[in-house]
């Protein structure tokens, strides 16, 4: 028997389903005028961004394919001396030559995880590769990444719901909410 | 310090690095899970000198990331103690605008301990 999860974990709302739906609509919209004529292909990576991935598709009236990669996580692998790099652990199914990638993301922090993503992904020779963002703390910075689109600048703080998780669970919460610890 | 150095993939320096504090090594290992090519006070910066050539004050950033021409001062330093650090990068900036460097404090480094799952040295 499993122990159920710790919801005194979970704090007070910092963004309730409404206010993510209204500027996921606005990215939307910014992304269906700027793409009117490319041939867009949304890239997510995976898990966290995957409930804004599924959103901000159906809030771009273009039409489009996604795809989902998976990023091996400096957290999983430091005990292990043989996994000492950053990797793809799933791979696109999708050639990007030609295309209009972006990739969108839950959060971007450091940006060193991006940076590796971007480098990779240009290597693939898209016509062109901007980052949509659900979540952006400019100021955590290390490398020099460009986010075209930035759903909220946020504070320094931890969150749960809306694919953010904590030990994986919580991704579920239907708002973004402050982490307890 | 007393800890094994790990094997660095990413190190572009000649010599091995001699860390001063855990704090630098950890933040060496991120960059090098990130495949982010890095060297190890590489350059040191003369900030004040004397009309004899002696030099007065200098400052060596902890890291240089020649991919991204970025130096890196990580700090382990409480908040209120880096005033002096803070000077030193100002000056820095001053003195060679065209020097981007970033100063990673002890909260920053907090924060990255929480995300990355390190073990704060104390």
């Known amino acids: ?61 273009l039409p489009l394919e996604m795809d989902f990669m998976a990023i091996s996580s400096y957290q999983q692998d430091r005990e292990d001396q043989d996994r000492r790099a950053i990797r793809f652990m799933k791979d696109l199914e999708q050639p990007l030559q030609g295309r209009d990638v972006l990739v969108v993301e839950d959060i971007v922090d450091t940006g060193l995880t991006l940076h590796y993503i971007l480098r990779s992904l240009g290597l693939r020779e898209p016509r062109s590769l901007e980052v949509c963002t659900l979540l952006d703390r400019p100021y955590r910075r290390i490398t020099d990444v460009h986010v075209r689109y930035s759903g909220f600048t946020i504070p320094d703080d931890f969150f749960v719901g809306y694919g953010f998780d904590y030990r994986q669970l919580y991704r579920n919460l239907p708002y973004l909410a402050f982490l307890k610890i | 310090m007393s800890e ?42 003369v900030l004040e000198q004397e009309a004899n050539g002696n030099i007065v004050e200098a400052f060596t950033p902890d890291f240089y990331l020649p991919d991204l021409d970025l130096y890196i001062e990580v700090t382990q330093m409480k908040q209120a103690l880096v005033t002096a650090k803070n000077r030193k990068v100002r000056r820095l900036r001053e003195l060679h605008p065209e020097i981007r460097i970033k100063l990673l404090y002890k909260r920053d480094f907090i924060q990255l301990a929480k995300k990355y799952d390190l073990s704060l040295p104390s």
């Open chain 2, 4 to 45: 094994e150095t790990p094997t660095f993939s990413y190190y572009r320096g000649t010599t091995p690095p001699k860390f001063v504090t855990p704090t630098e090594r950890q933040a060496a290992e991120i960059l090098d899970y990130y495949r982010v090519p890095w060297e190890y006070e590489p350059r040191t910066f």
């Open chain 1, 1 to 61: 028997m499993t122990t159920p999860p710790d919801r005194s974990l979970i704090g007070d709302v910092y963004l309730n389903a409404e206010a993510i739906a209204a500027r996921v609509a606005e990215l939307g919209t910014e992304i269906e005028t700027d793409y009117r004529d490319g041939d867009l292909l949304l890239v997510s990576v995976l898990k966290g961004a995957v409930f804004f991935m599924a959103d901000l598709a159906r809030a771009i009236d």
